[in-house]
């Protein structure tokens, strides 16, 4: 299935699309890493949380690139967003949870 080509749109406008996507993109995976992790916790007790946390960022990376894929066609073409956006904001989203939640707190 092709992706269909987005509308062009100013580069200012583009690049503001942009931000505002992968900002939501790092606060929606927060909020669902989190939620994950609490979960995780609750049904197995303590345990590693380094595994714990390398396992539930990839189901966060899963569930975020599907939610985008979903939501992304839903967006008005004028902003100029396409599937490779939807994709890439959730990357950044998940290198930088890898960061902030996985990585940080066992250096």
Do not use: E, K, N, Q
């Not at 992706?3 to 503001?16: G, K, N, Q, S």
């Not at 992304?72 to 396409?82: A, W």
């Amino acid at each position: 299935m092709s992706d269909p080509a987005p509308a062009t749109a100013p580069t200012a406008v583009r690049l503001a699309a942009l931000v505002v996507l992968y900002a939501a993109a790092t606060l929606i995976g927060g909020a669902i890493f989190v939620g994950l992790i609490r979960a995780a916790a609750a049904a197995l007790g303590p345990g590693v949380m380094f595994y714990r946390g390398i396992f539930t960022l990839a189901a966060t990376a899963v569930v975020l690139v599907g939610l985008f894929a979903v939501l992304l066609p839903r967006l008005p073409r004028r902003f100029g967003l396409g599937a490779a956006d939807s994709l890439g904001g959730a990357i950044v989203a998940v290198c930088l949870l890898l960061a902030a939640f996985v990585l940080g707190p066992v250096t």
